[in-house]
């Protein structure tokens, strides 16, 4: 089923400048999964690189108040968390009705931290995002509050304490990556497909210079050569 809500991915500053900007310039990977899995289902899906926006620290309001999205999804490393905890602020501010949406390394080995510590972060994904972002997306159209403790692979407050679900189904094993149907591609065809709908500014001739070919191999939010921590249903 196709949702309406309006998707906005951010990747956020960093805390500190880099010597090297290359280091920290380039979107990571698992955004591009999380976000063309949404695109497939949903029209309304962006993607904004905003690595350097502390130097233009006044567009960050201007865009958002000219996106309005329903769902904010951050791209947290671990330096850059503070850029996102930044513009969440902003964006509740804005919109309090907005869901904001932490996930990956940094936000999945962080995540009691982060939900208990900031007010404006409703929901961290656990490792990769993919499906579970998008059961999460269908949870708040629908209005299933009820429902979202079911969805794998998330953090969330319970009783205003920070706990979390049972840890996803790997995204090699279910049907959003397998089935190679018409209707409903796998991973890497998605990729393809959707990934020219999601470029922004002077970020689009970037990336087009890279083989698109050698992102299906995996990666979501989470690499697979990182194990996720102790994290046990609570």
């Known amino acids: 089923s196709r949702y ?35 695109r497939q289902h949903g029209p ?17 309001r201007e865009a958002l108040k000219k996106t309005r999205p329903d769902i904010i999804g951050f791209s947290i490393l671990h330096a850059n968390r503070w850029g996102g905890i930044d513009i969440a602020k902003i964006a509740r501010e804005i919109d309090p009705a907005v869901h904001i949406v932490f996930g990956g390394i940094g936000a999945t080995y962080l995540w009691e931290h982060l939900l ?9 994904v656990l490792g990769e995002g993919e499906v ?9 159209e629908s209005g299933r509050a009820s429902d979202i403790p079911a969805v794998g692979g998330l953090a969330l407050r319970r009783d205003g304490k920070p706990g979390c679900t049972e840890p996803a189904q ?11 149907s018409r209707d409903r591609p796998g ?48």
């Not at 962006?46 to 620290?57: A, K, V």
């Not at 470029?199 to 890279?210: I, T, Y």
Request: net charge positive; charged share 25%.
């Open 187 to 234: 991973r890497a065809h998605c990729l393809r497909r959707h990934l020219r709908h999601l470029f922004v500014g002077a970020f689009a001739g970037q990336l087009r210079r890279h083989r698109l070919r050698r992102l299906g191999g995996g990666g979501g939010l989470l690499p697979r050569t990182y194990p996720l921590p102790g994290i046990r249903p609570g």
């Open 132 to 140: 579970c972002f998008l059961e999460l997306i269908r949870c708040l």
């Open 116 to 124: 208990a510590n900031f007010v404006d972060i409703d929901y961290v």
């Open 4 to 38: 309406s809500m309006k998707i906005l991915f951010i990747y956020p500053y960093f805390l500190e400048e880099r010597v090297h900007v290359e280091e920290i310039r380039v979107l990571p990977q698992g955004i591009f999964f999380v976000a063309a899995l949404c």
């Open 170 to 180: 790997p995204v090699g094993r279910n049907r959003y990556r397998q089935d190679r």
């Open 44 to 60: 309304d899906v962006e993607i904004l690189n905003w690595y350097d926006i502390h130097r233009r620290p006044q567009e960050i």
